[in-house]
Nanobody
C-alpha cells in the first residue's frame, strides 16, 4: 500500500509560478504528475524515475521541471510561466508492484 500526499496548488496569474510537492509513504521507482481539466480526460504531464530519467508532455516543455528527493520520498513539479490552459487538478501518481496509486489531487488555477 502506498500513500501519496500532494501540496502546493493554488491560484496564480498567468506568467506566474507554483511548485507542487508529492510525498510518498515509501520508495517508488517511477513517479509522475497528471492533470485533469474540467470536461477533459486526465493527461500525463511528466514522469521521473528514481535514477532521474524524466520526460514531459510537449505543452509544458521548457516551463515545467519535475524533480525528486529520493531520501525524502518526495517528488516536485516546478511550474513557471503558467498559462490559463494549465488550469486543472494535478494528481501525483506512483507505480508500485504493478499497481497505480494516486494522490488526492491539488487544484491549480491560472487567471488571465
Amino acid at each position: 500500500q502506498v500513500q501519496l500526499v500532494e501540496s502546493g496548488g493554488g491560484l496564480v496569474q498567468a506568467g506566474g509560478s507554483l511548485r507542487l510537492s508529492c510525498a510518498a509513504s515509501g520508495s517508488i521507482n517511477v513517479m509522475a504528475w497528471y492533470r485533469q481539466a474540467p470536461g477533459k480526460q486526465r493527461e500525463l504531464v511528466a514522469f521521473i524515475s528514481s535514477a532521474g530519467s524524466k520526460n514531459y508532455v510537449d505543452s509544458v516543455k521548457g516551463r515545467f521541471t519535475i524533480s525528486r528527493d529520493n531520501a525524502k520520498n518526495t517528488m516536485y513539479l516546478q511550474m513557471n510561466n503558467l498559462k490559463v490552459e494549465d488550469t486543472a487538478v494535478y494528481y501525483c501518481n506512483a507505480l508500485y508492484r504493478s499497481i497505480n496509486y494516486w494522490g488526492q489531487g491539488t487544484q491549480v488555477t491560472v487567471s488571465s
